[in-house]
């Protein structure tokens, strides 16, 4: 499990690191910043946030939870304290949970093997091609577009949909690609190498595909020059 720490505290984050290094989870990133986890976010794959309550500038808590739940990820609100108040908005949500520091380390594993089950359970497919077949999303490589025609690679195949790249990216929950170009969308899970200064994205087989100088644009002005 890939998981973003959203934290300010380097004390904390140290803690954390120590913790999750001893459960066995890959933490993919330090944020410190809301545009410091969506740059994450865009480029990695996470399938869960550790969030510290107040490590985003001067957004509120929920503001915070408001601005990540486009992307469908679980997020774990870590307070330093209990906030009655704050727990009982959030428990009204269904991708957020509530776990005050200090915690025990099988206490943050037990809510995170919680988090994995629910997640495995929640299979996603698109559906549609020729013979209208089902293909499941943490299979496919990328999707190519052109025209009205939408050409989707997995490992062994190559699927031919009917379909605009727009109607597509409407059965994706947003978080899990990284559009590339207007005519690539690529699964952050399969991405080997990032070439900002090439324009070009590597995935896992070889197959090297096209940046395009917006996005290109877009991470060199965030400092970002390759990944990978």
């Given at each position: 499990m890939n998981?973003?720490?959203?934290?300010?505290?380097?004390?904390?984050t140290l803690?954390?690191?120590?913790?999750?290094?001893?459960?066995?989870?890959?933490?993919?990133?330090?944020?410190?910043?809301?545009?410091?986890?969506?740059?994450l976010?865009?480029?990695?794959?996470i399938?869960?946030i550790?969030?510290?309550?107040?490590?985003?500038?001067?957004?509120?808590t929920?503001?915070?939870?408001d601005?990540?739940?486009?992307?469908?990820?679980?997020?774990i609100?870590t307070?330093?304290?209990?906030?009655?108040?704050?727990y009982?908005?959030v428990?009204?949500?269904d991708?957020v949970f509530?776990l005050?520091?200090?915690?025990?380390?099988?206490?943050?594993?037990?809510?995170?093997?919680?988090l994995?089950r629910?997640?495995?359970?929640?299979?996603?497919f698109?559906r549609?091609?020729?013979?209208?077949?089902?293909?499941?999303?943490?299979?496919i490589l990328y999707?190519?577009?052109?025209r009205?025609?939408?050409f989707?690679?997995?490992?062994n195949?190559?699927?031919?949909?009917?379909?605009?790249?727009t109607l597509?990216?409407?059965q994706?929950?947003?978080g899990?690609?990284?559009?590339?170009?207007?005519?690539?969308?690529?699964?952050?899970?399969?991405?080997?190498?990032?070439?900002?200064?090439r324009?070009?994205?590597?995935?896992?087989?070889?197959?090297?595909?096209p940046?395009?100088?917006?996005v290109?644009?877009?991470?060199?002005?965030?400092?970002?020059?390759?990944?990978?």
């Open positions: 998981i973003l720490l959203i934290e300010n505290d380097p004390s904390q803690q954390i690191k120590s913790i999750l290094a001893k459960l066995d989870y890959n933490m993919m990133g330090v944020a410190k910043s809301y545009e410091e986890a969506v740059d976010i865009n480029l990695t794959s399938d869960l550790l969030l510290d309550i107040g490590s985003i500038e001067d957004k509120t929920l503001e915070k939870i601005l990540l739940s486009p992307f469908r990820i679980p997020i609100l307070p330093t304290y209990d906030i009655q108040e704050l009982d908005k428990k009204k949500l991708n509530y005050v520091k200090p915690f025990h380390v099988n206490t943050l594993d037990s809510v995170i093997s919680l994995k629910k997640m495995e359970i929640k299979t996603e698109i549609g091609g020729i013979r209208s077949e089902i293909i499941a999303l943490k299979n999707i190519e577009v052109e009205t025609y939408s989707i690679q997995t490992e195949r190559r699927y031919v949909f009917k379909k605009s790249l597509l990216k409407k994706i929950p947003e899990e690609f990284f559009q590339i170009h207007r005519s690539f969308l690529v699964n952050k899970k399969y991405i080997k190498r990032i070439d900002v200064e324009s070009m994205v590597e995935i896992e087989g070889g197959t090297v595909l940046m395009s100088r917006r290109k644009h877009l991470l060199i002005s965030r400092g970002i020059k390759n990944v990978g």
